[in-house]
């Protein structure tokens, strides 16, 4: 029986309730399809910092790098740690470590769920760039608490980087409808998203069969709500696709249904997927959690592993579920009825 390793990363708040519902829909299908699940949790998290200093050990690359893949709940609790020390010690150093240049998330309305649009349907999916751009982490403060304090932050968009994220891009649209909206903001920032712009023409010629749109950042933002029946496959830098991932995941209902993958495509090293929505910390243990997200990522690892039909039989779980209004409201379902409704639309 084939057999694949995950590290489970539940992390804080409402991560642990999510990883749980996700975790134990896996198993169902694995059960059911034929291949098994190896979990290894991990407790690293904001109080895992409180304890030793740290977001996780040293060593804690190394340690997950011989898993499969990265099932990953929710990091952060501002109260507690600042997050700019939870991103930077966890989720950035991962994604930079094993490559996830990727990130993708899927924005649909699934049956049964009111989003804010009169739309109907509508399924778009975001590629962002995950390793570089302006989340880079380059640049400082000098002079700190004097009135000459200086801040520096520098977006780092290397021709490597830009370019395989296109590609993706690229590639995914061609597997869809064939179009595919590439998003910057060139006309004020004439250097770096005028060198995204020029790639992306590059590229184009290599796809004669995807026709290719560009935006700027507002216009797409406006584009997302007025017409996102017009857009398929969306790829963006770091900050812009992180913007427009939030409103992607409104525009399907709230950040409960807002699934992702860190993606290394080269499978040179585990990929990471986790829910978008955070720790939660108001209804941190309340059961009450959407798992839906965390549940849809989970597909989506299956998917990136090779078990299609698996992860194609959670979302039809899913879809079954919500259309009988299970999970479709916010707070209105415990986290334990979702799970349980999604696990028996299996069989």
């Not at 190394?62 to 930077?88: M, Y």
């Not at 395989?164 to 909206?181: K, N, P």
């Not at 696709?241 to 409103?247: A, M, N, Q, V, Y």
């Amino acid at each position: 029986m084939k057999t694949y390793s995950i590290a489970l990363i539940p992390g804080d708040g409402i991560g642990r309730d999510v990883t749980d519902a996700a975790w134990a829909v896996l198993q169902a299908v694995a059960n059911g399809e034929g291949f098994a699940l190896e979990g290894n949790e991990f407790p690293w998290s904001c109080a895992y910092y409180k304890e030793t200093g740290r977001m996780m050990p040293e060593d804690g690359i190394e340690t997950l790098r011989k898993f499969d893949a990265i099932l990953l709940g929710a990091v952060g609790w501002p109260a507690q740690v600042p997050d700019s020390v939870s991103l930077h010690g966890l989720l950035l150093p991962i994604r930079k470590a094993f490559v996830q240049y990727a990130n993708i998330r899927p924005h649909r309305l699934l049956p049964g769920v009111q989003g804010p649009l009169r739309a109907e349907k509508f399924d778009i999916l975001c590629i962002r760039e995950n390793t570089e751009g302006e989340y880079s982490g380059a640049g400082g403060r000098v002079h700190q608490g004097t009135a000459d304090e200086v801040a520096v932050e520098t977006s780092i968009f290397t021709r490597a980087g830009v370019e395989r994220i296109l590609r993706f891009g690229f590639e995914q649209a061609r597997t869809r409808s064939g179009r595919l909206a590439s998003v910057t903001k060139s006309n004020a920032q004439k250097y770096s998203m005028v060198f995204w712009d020029e790639i992306t023409r590059e590229l184009s010629a290599e796809y004669p069969d995807v026709t290719v749109s560009s935006y700027h950042i507002d216009a797409m933002a406006a584009r997302m709500v007025m017409a996102p029946e017009s857009l398929d496959v969306v790829v963006a830098s770091n900050l812009f696709g992180d913007i427009l991932t939030d409103l992607g995941a409104a525009i399907q209902g709230g950040l409960g249904f807002a699934a992702s993958a860190n993606i290394n495509p080269t499978g040179a090293a585990p990929s990471m997927f986790e829910p978008v929505h955070g720790s939660a910390p108001d209804i941190a243990a309340l059961g009450i959690a959407n798992p839906l997200a965390a549940i849809w990522s989970g597909a989506m690892m299956l998917d990136h592993l090779g078990e299609a039909e698996a992860a194609a039989r959670i979302l039809a779980a899913m879809e079954a579920t919500t259309a009988r209004g299970i999970g479709t409201i916010h707070g209105k379902d415990r986290t334990e009825a979702i799970t349980n409704g999604v696990i028996a639309a299996l069989s």
